[in-house]
């Protein structure tokens, strides 16, 4: 476990405007081959937020589910298949570390967490977090790099 510091400020994500921007370029790890079609969960309590990520990683070709409460993510996890589970650690309903904690050895390696606290957060070694506002850009380069693995 490794405790991470928010250094930026909190932000109400009602109010944040997402851009759509050109994808970064990167290249595919050695040996790897990128799905050619990504199914992202995407877990979080804002369905504005939710939705607009949505929209804006399906225009990227990445295909995204959004459960907003406990009981559909659960439902999901165990009738679905996923490349890469995003959930955001800022919700009142669902603990993210908690949840990670449930989730099978294979599953935990497709886990990305995010936040918007100024809280310090232990979070498992080697589980990418990104830190609010997120960019599609960026959020696309890493669900394609989770999905690679």
Known sequence: MKTIVNP???QNFSEVELHRGT???GSTPVGRDIPSSICL?????????GHALKLGLEREGIQVVFASCRASTLVLLESRTFDVILIDLDMPEIDGLGLYEKLTLTMKKRMVL???SLQ??????GVPL???PMNIPNLQAVVRQVAAR
Not at 41 to 49: A, F, K, S, T
Not at 120 to 125: A, G, S, V, Y
């Open 130 to 132: 990104l830190m609010k």
């Open 41 to 49: 969960l995407l877990v979080g309590d804002n369905v504005r937020l």
């Open 120 to 125: 310090e957060i232990q979070i498992p070694d």
């Open 23 to 25: 994808s970064p370029t």
């Open 114 to 116: 995010s936040t918007g």
């Open 8 to 10: 930026l400020p909190r």
